[in-house]
């Protein structure tokens, strides 16, 4: 299977976005703000819709487009002080209709489209390598930096302010990093199953019960592992790799279901 | 021995909420090394006094000077530790050891670090050694009674040697026998590490024991800070809104 550069350039974007979406939805998670990765992705689907639409890169639009939507929800949720449930509902359906509007306006890409919602690893250039690699490189580098700030925000949001945290700082530094791995995701796994690459493989790990550090580093395992497994059985049974790759990581979370 | 800093200096705060009164001209100040209990009813704005100084809730008018500085112009906030109400009901599937949870008292010294430095971790140690939660350390903090999450809270907010310690409600879910226990682990940490504490409490006899003072505060009486040796049955029947009686044992009230 490794004859191939496609199955080279498939592998090496999966395990970068393996690593980005369980690193990054390790905090999405803790702050029981999970939906928000389904809510980025629909988002970024606009944005692939209006670059498609406008003639412009689809990969730049989406990531327009989800930083602004990630933005928008978390100034929303804090300033109306809204539910967050509510408010990433409201996002996600409504970003769902703005791009079934756009593309009903010109049906003529439908195709296109299609790739993104349920992605298409397969078509991963040695361009769209380069790209992930730059906003993996600084996207992890953040993550990294900053980890110790969400885990406390993720504790307890008021706590860390009282303690002296710009908690608003890093909430929005935290969705800005979401909102450019799910655009970034979208190609691969599709707009319709990110939430599972970003949300599965923590829940999966918090079962074990192994501290922030145990919990991201199994989180990083099962991630990578559904990867490399998806994109196999993907290449020998013909099918979807997102979805290949999401059955996986359901197969993980029921494994871990077992756990007492 | 009382010091004559100020630790908290509020001068006519005001916190207007759906156009009610929350808080009203109240004003106060707190000192170094005093050890004060808030009382009142529920809803009286107590929480809401204490987030106001820890900035949490922004006030509509009025001053607070914190350690001698405006509230605006405060930065030192590892100086105030604070144990809120929920400390007792957090998640219980949150990843976290009691080492973790305690260091996050340590993180705004080690922003944006890769790694706690080590040269930190003898805080760690004597902050769990002070609430006696170190052989606790690696356990998950989902795994603890309710009183052991609490004290590990608090081993939590004196890790950065803080100069204040803010506690809401601190025993709420705790046996009588360890509420005990633990107001006498606060009049020792006041006593032997000078540190000023502030705690709301509910538990009108446990606040007669031993404190410096006590602020009431609710809709009618806002706030007052009065000498234990003064507590007076009118003072409670305002307070609380029903006829109060105050009894002592050994010259102590109960």
New interface residues.
């Given amino acids: 299977m490794f004859e191939y550069d496609f199955m080279i350039y498939a592998f090496l974007s999966g395990i970068m976005i393996a690593i980005l979406s369980s690193m990054s939805g390790a905090f999405i998670v ?1 702050k029981r703000y999970s939906l928000l990765s389904e809510t980025l992705a629909h988002s970024s689907l606009v944005g692939v819709a209006v670059g498609i639409l406008l003639g412009l890169n689809p990969y730049w639009s989406s990531i327009v487009f989800a930083i602004i939507a990630a933005w928008l929800i978390e100034f929303i949720r804090v300033e109306f002080k809204i539910y967050s449930d509510a408010i990433l509902a409201i996002f996600l359906s409504g970003s769902l209709a703005l791009a079934v509007i756009i593309v009903s306006l010109a049906d003529s890409f439908n195709n296109s489209l299609f790739s993104y919602l349920f992605g298409s690893i397969l078509s991963v250039s040695e361009d769209d390598l380069i790209v992930m690699l730059v906003f993996s490189f600084f996207a992890l580098g953040t993550l ?3 980890h ?2 969400l ?2 925000i ?3 949001e ?8 710009n908690v608003k700082f890093y909430n929005y530094l935290l969705v800005s990093i979401v909102a450019i791995v799910i655009a970034l995701s979208i190609q691969i796994v599709g707009s319709l199953l990110i939430g599972a690459l970003m949300v599965i493989p923590t829940i999966s790990s ?1 079962r074990l ?4 550090y ?2 991201l580093i199994f989180a990083l395992l099962f991630s990578i592992i559904s990867v490399i497994v998806g994109i196999s059985l993907s290449y020998y049974m013909s099918v979807p790799s997102g979805a290949s790759i999401v059955v996986v990581l359901i197969i993980i979370f029921i494994g871990t279901l077992f756990k007492k | 021995m009382k010091f004559s800093s100020s630790v908290f200096e509020v001068k006519n705060l005001c916190l207007l909420r759906n156009k009610q009164d929350v808080l009203k001209n109240v004003s106060f100040t707190i000192f170094k090394g005093d050890y004060i209990a808030l009382i009142g009813p529920n809803g009286g704005g107590k929480s809401t006094l204490v987030k106001t100084l820890l900035k949490l809730i922004s006030a509509t008018s009025g001053t607070i000077k914190i350690l001698g500085q405006n509230q605006s112009k405060f930065n030192a906030w590892d100086k105030i530790g604070y144990v809120p109400q929920r400390a007792s009901l957090l998640d219980d599937n949150f990843p976290a050891s009691v080492l973790d949870v305690v260091k996050m008292g340590l993180i705004v010294k080690n922003k944006h670090k890769l790694f706690f430095n080590s040269s930190f971790n003898h805080l760690l140690d004597d902050a769990m050694k002070k609430m006696n939660v170190l052989h606790l350390k690696d356990r998950q903090i989902g795994e603890l009674s309710g009183g052991q999450r609490q004290r590990v809270m608090i081993a939590r907010a004196l890790v950065s040697k803080p100069e204040v310690l803010i506690l809401d409600e601190p025993n709420t879910g705790v046996d009588a026998k360890h509420q005990k226990d633990f107001y006498v682990l606060l009049k020792k940490l006041n006593k032997d590490e000078k540190i000023t504490i502030i705690f709301i409490t509910h538990d009108i006899g446990v606040i007669a024991d031993d404190i410096d003072g006590v602020m009431f505060i609710n809709s009618t009486l806002r706030v007052s800070k009065t000498p234990t040796k003064d507590l007076s049955c009118n003072i409670f029947s305002k307070v609380y809104g029903f006829d109060a009686h105050m009894l002592t044992h050994r010259g102590k009230h109960v």
Avoid at chain 1, 158 to 165: D, H, N, R, T, V
């Fill in positions: 803790l990294l930096f900053i110790k700030e885990y406390f993720s504790y307890d008021e706590l860390a302010k009282a303690s002296g945290l918090l019960k192994k501290g922030l145990g919990t």
